[in-house]
């Protein structure tokens, strides 16, 4: 059991390049997030998706766009990347159940934007 | 979502019990208490949550007032392993949302 799956973990990219950071995972979550992490600081949400083809503005949207065309995946993209961009990238996901609720996190992606 | 206010840091002796509050004025009816941590750069890691009773689990007991309006985790003996930023968050499920926001968090230092 993989649980939640980056790909990939490290990246380095050239202001204005593209790319898209991949979250798998095996456990049948409807719950699936993609968070940032800035050096010293807490995680930001930039979006949500609470099931297969649904998906939503977290607390920091602005310069990514997601998709979970199926319910194990969620894309996040980065159509031109700047370097206020360079952070630790963390998925998450969860099941819809009230009783049943711990997130699981993935390992993180570490990019930076040159 | 209710949003949550913790102490920035705090130290405890190896051995000892750590009790990390978290306030939580704004928090509804239907809404948990959920507690995270993250040791150096690591993914989060859950702990414990609640919604209106005290909880316990391997790891921690969660202890919840009576208004809900704060609650404190503890770590009944803390180990160095356990050194790492705590989040404390309020989650709802209203509406599909589900979403979970965290705060700065609480840095534990466990000393020897």
């Known amino acids: 059991n993989a649980g939640v799956t980056q790909t990939p973990k490290f990246r380095v990219l050239k202001t204005g390049q593209s790319m898209t950071l991949l979250c798998a995972q095996d456990m049948n979550h409807e719950y699936m997030y993609w968070y940032r992490q800035d050096p010293g600081m807490g995680l930001r949400l930039i979006h949500y998706?609470?099931?297969?083809?649904?998906?939503a503005k977290g607390e920091v949207p602005d310069g990514y766009n997601v998709s979970r065309l199926k319910k194990q995946n969620f894309l996040l993209g980065l159509e031109s990347a700047a370097p206020s961009q360079t952070s630790v990238y963390f998925c998450?996901?969860?099941?819809?159940?009230?009783?049943?609720?711990?997130?699981?996190f993935g390992q993180g992606t570490r990019l930076t934007v040159v | 979502d209710a949003k949550t206010t913790q102490p920035p840091s705090m130290d405890c002796a190896e051995g000892r019990a750590a009790n990390l509050p978290c306030n939580h004025s704004t928090i509804s009816g239907n809404e948990y208490v959920y507690w995270y941590r993250q040791i150096h750069s690591q993914g989060p890691q859950y702990i414990i949550h609640g919604l209106k009773n005290n909880e316990t689990n391997e790891m921690a007991s969660l202890i919840i007032t009576e208004d809900r309006k704060s609650s404190t985790l503890i770590l009944p003996h803390a180990t160095l392993r356990d050194t790492a930023v705590y989040y404390c968050i309020v989650r709802g499920f209203s509406g599909n949302t589900g979403k979970l926001i965290f705060g700065q968090g609480t840095t534990l230092q466990v000393k020897p």
């Open positions: 998450a996901s969860s099941s819809l159940t009230e009783e049943n609720t711990e997130a699981f």
């Open positions: 998706s609470v099931g297969e083809g649904t998906t």
